[in-house]
């Protein structure tokens, strides 16, 4: 049955947003803000559902569900009829979830370091590489201001570079202890080259709390400025704790600032969006707007950094301002602009997705699937469905009750010199309440369900219990990814 293991794939992978910054008294910090970006993809198997660029990340509910045969090969077409590998009729390649073993990936990207309100923070491996640079910047920083402390500085240095991304960290958690309040589930929260990613789950179901959802990040921010600078008060800034004070209080005012910016992807473009939102009645009217005011921000970011921090503007000497120097506002700017630029077109292309989320209907992406019971040789299977013009197969018992799914990737790993001696059971996954779906699922909530419970198929029922199909993950992808090649409506 040709039609059966040769589906296409896709990809949308998820959103998120970080900021890192540095600064020494009298200098301008370092700033990076990074968005992880919701970004259509050609070649794998992720499904996005939210296009957030805060730090939401709705998890995909494919990254754990790669299709894969008994070699591991990701694409059916790829196995080599007679391979010894092929022969085997064993297909305990899942666990309990129904996900593929060896294939799940790390649920934290990195060093898991606590558990605050019962969401993981895990430091991201490329974090140690711009703290190495943050140190550097802010102890050759530190040698102008205080000349006698000579070495120790860096340790200095280094503590501040902590210091700051335990800010960061702060941050971070007023988004999620907001999405926890508004019963949003937060998968992590992830600590990284650019700074702090809160991956929370769901879209705000109001204007109202996607604004506070927005806020709050900046205003945490802004309260650290402030108790820094009471504490800077308290001490002699020409000590180390003094500069210490006053390069985290420099740090997080402008990591509220410029979080602040009315534009997609940061905290301010979701503000703008939620105002819109509130006034149009629109959430997509509201992206829109947020999402090209940020396009504007990545052009004057872009041209307007590089010319304030050349003219002294941000407070740097103009005699310092060198031809390496220049080259580094010019990265810094192009970088920035970038993230920018990126981060509102992604949300652009994810709020057109979510255009086309109703669109989205178990019924009219379910395979129609023929029942065959265990015994049942996967030659005569496959002539039966052929005839039925059917393109899945259930196992079912002696009672017609379904009890397994006969997967796609194994029906093409098996030579078909080999089908008439293999039964269908040996190629079925059995199947778990999870498994089962309603063929009246549509849009968001027939993808909660499937995220709820990974697996590479599902059995679709009527409402009544009667079997209707089976739902392929690559199928639901493939709509998804066709739904994002629309033009906007």
Request: aromatic letters at 6%.
């Amino acid at each position: 049955m040709k039609s059966l293991a040769r589906e296409g794939e896709s990809e949308a992978g998820a959103t998120a947003l970080g900021v890192a910054a540095s600064a020494a008294p009298g200098t301008a910090p370092g700033l990076v803000v990074m968005d992880k970006t919701l970004r259509p993809a050609t070649d794998s198997t992720r499904i996005p559902s939210t296009p957030d660029p805060l730090a939401l990340h709705d998890r995909s509910i494919t990254a754990r569900l790669r299709t894969a045969d008994h070699t591991g090969n990701t694409d059916p077409r790829n196995s080599v009829p007679g391979h010894p590998e092929e022969r085997r009729t064993a297909v305990a390649d899942t666990d309990e979830t129904g996900e593929r073993a060896g294939r799940r990936s790390g649920p934290g990207g990195g060093l898991l370091m606590g558990r605050p309100f019962g969401v993981p923070v895990y430091v991201s491996p490329s974090w140690f590489l711009v703290a190495a640079l943050i140190t550097w910047v802010f102890g050759d920083q530190l040698d102008r201001v205080l000349p006698d402390l000579g070495p120790v500085r860096y340790l200095v240095s280094l503590f501040f570079a902590v210091a700051f991304y335990a800010s960061v960290l702060v941050h971070e958690l007023a988004h999620t202890v907001a999405a926890l309040r508004f019963k949003l589930p937060v998968r992590r929260i992830q600590l990284q080259f650019f700074g702090g990613v809160s991956e929370i789950e769901k879209e705000s179901e109001t204007p109202g709390r996607e604004f506070v959802l927005a806020f709050v990040g900046p205003l945490l921010s802004l309260v650290l400025t402030g108790a820094f600078y009471l504490g800077m008060k308290a001490v002699d800034p020409a000590t180390v704790p003094g500069v210490l004070l006053a390069g985290l209080m420099i740090s997080n005012l402008l990591v509220a600032a410029f979080n602040l910016l009315p534009g997609l992807p940061l905290d301010g473009g979701r503000m703008l969006r939620a105002v819109i939102w509130g006034i149009t009645g629109k959430p997509m009217t509201g992206t829109v707007a947020a999402a090209w005011v940020g396009r504007g921000l990545a052009i004057a970011v872009l041209l307007g950094l590089p010319l304030l921090t050349h003219t002294g503007v941000l407070g740097n000497r103009t005699s310092e301002i060198g031809g390496m120097n220049t080259v580094m506002d010019a990265l810094l700017a192009a970088i920035l602009a970038g993230i920018i630029w990126t981060g509102a077109g992604n949300s652009l292309r994810m709020a057109r997705l979510r255009e086309h989320l109703p669109e989205l209907r178990a019924r009219t992406l379910t395979r129609r699937a023929i029942p065959v019971e265990n015994a049942t040789p996967l030659s005569e299977a496959l002539r039966r469905a052929n005839e039925a013009g059917a393109r899945a197969l259930v196992v079912v018992d002696g009672h017609g009750d379904p009890t397994a799914i006969v997967r796609e990737s194994a029906i093409a790993s098996v030579p078909e010199h080999r089908r008439p001696w293999v039964a269908v059971s040996t190629l079925a996954q059995d199947l778990t309440d999870g498994m089962k779906v309603s063929a009246e699922l549509t849009g968001e909530e027939l993808l909660d369900r499937l995220r709820a419970n990974p697996a590479t198929e599902y059995l679709v029922l009527e409402p009544g219990g009667a079997i209707y199909g089976v739902l392929s993950t690559l199928d639901v992808e493939k709509a998804f990814v066709k739904a994002m090649a629309r033009p906007q409506s």
